[in-house]
Structures are given as structure tokens and as C-alpha cells.
């Protein structure tokens, strides 16, 4: 899962990528540059990373950043120095989360710091998932789904609570699939719901 928030590394206010996939927390080898970031020498490591860039990539250098989430919550912490194609400066791996005890709340649009602080997650284009599975309706079925034996069809639900002219539909099988209003919201002409 990722997960973009507004954070801080070295008091410079930047949008922060929170990757539950990446194993490590880079930062880019330019905005390190631009930061002066203090390097961390003789460490004797070497990360070789594939997936962010075509082919593999490997660094040796290091870094000692102060990142910032949330008004309260900040982190010394080192973090490996390299070119990446993530489109952010900063990634924050499992390495930084676990320790810090940083929780994805997705649900809620949040990412949820320690003391129970909420950090907003931002909304972004690059980051929403391209591929579709299935043909999908938005806000759900708006029109009948006729579904033919063996095959399926996938709508998204709204977040917010339908209306109250919204009918309540259970549906049973038999021979043949039948939609039945099991209950109504509305009141007919007789009193009944």
C-alpha cells in the first residue's frame, strides 16, 4: 500500500511517499544535494535495489534526516541516498514505519502516528491505480446488471450513506435470479413501508 502525506525532512515542507512495499526509506541523491543533508561515512553497507528503475541499482551513501509528520512527531533517522523514478523525494519504507509506529488507515484517508495523531493523505494522479479489474460502476449499480450464469460484475459503493429513497433489495436464488423489495423506505398509498 502507499500513501502520500504533507510532511517535513529537515524543516523543508515536502509531499512524503509512505510505501508499505519498499523495504528501505531513500531520499533523492538532488534533493539531498539541495538540503545539504549530513552523509553518514564508514557505515560498510551497500543497498542494491531493483523495481523503482529499469535494471538494478546500488549506492553506499547515507544520510542523517530530521522528517517531520504531523506537528509534533519528529524523526532522526538515516535513510539511503540515490536517484530514484518514484516521483517524490522522500520514500518511507517499512524500515522507517515499523519503528516509528506508523499505521495506513485507508478507510479514513490517513496515516496514523503514535498518540493516535492523524495525518491527512493527499489525493494524487500519478499514484491511483491505471489498471481496472472487471467492468466496474461507480457509486453503484445505477441501472439493471443483467449477469449471465457463471460470470460476475464489480460496482464500488459510495462512502456516504445512501438516501432514503434508496430501496433496501435482497436477493435469492432459484431457478432464476428474481430481485425482490424485501422493504421499502417510502410509505405506499396503503401506510404500508
Do not use: C
Not at 529537515?10 to 538540503?35: P, Q
Not at 551497500?46 to 523503482?52: F, M, P, T, Y
Not at 504531523?70 to 522522500?90: C, L, N, Q, R, T
Not at 515499523?98 to 478507510?107: M, S
Amino acid at each position: 500500500m502507499r500513501a502520500l502525506v504533507e510532511g517535513a525532512v529537515d524543516d523543508t515542507r515536502i509531499r512524503i511517499l509512505i510505501d508499505t512495499g519498499a523495504n528501505v526509506s531513500v531520499i533523492s541523491a538532488s534533493f539531498a544535494k539541495k538540503l545539504r543533508v549530513r552523509e553518514v561515512f564508514d557505515h560498510g553497507r551497500s543497498l542494491e535495489v531493483r523495481g523503482i528503475n529499469p535494471g538494478i541499482m546500488e549506492t553506499q551513501r547515507r544520510a542523517m534526516v530530521k522528517v517531520t509528520l504531523g506537528w509534533k512527531h519528529a524523526y532522526a533517522f538515516e535513510m539511503w541516498i540515490m536517484d530514484h523514478s518514484a516521483g517524490v523525494d522522500v520514500v518511507l519504507g517499512i524500515d522507517f514505519m515499523v519503528p516509528a509506529g506508523i499505521r495506513l488507515d485507508l478507510f479514513h484517508g490517513a496515516a496514523r502516528l503514535p498518540d493516535e495523531v492523524v495525518v491527512p493523505l493527499l489525493k494524487s494522479k500519478e499514484l491511483e491505480e491505471s489498471v481496472s479489474y472487471g467492468n466496474q460502476v461507480v457509486g453503484g449499480p445505477t441501472e439493471l446488471l443483467a449477469i449471465p450464469g457463471r460470470e460476475w460484475r464489480e460496482f464500488r459503493l459510495p462512502r456516504r450513506q445512501p438516501s432514503r429513497t434508496t430501496h433496501e433489495m435482497w436477493i435469492r436464488r432459484s431457478t432464476r435470479l428474481v430481485p425482490t423489495v424485501a422493504r421499502s423506505n417510502e410509505v405506499d398509498q396503503y401506510g404500508y413501508g
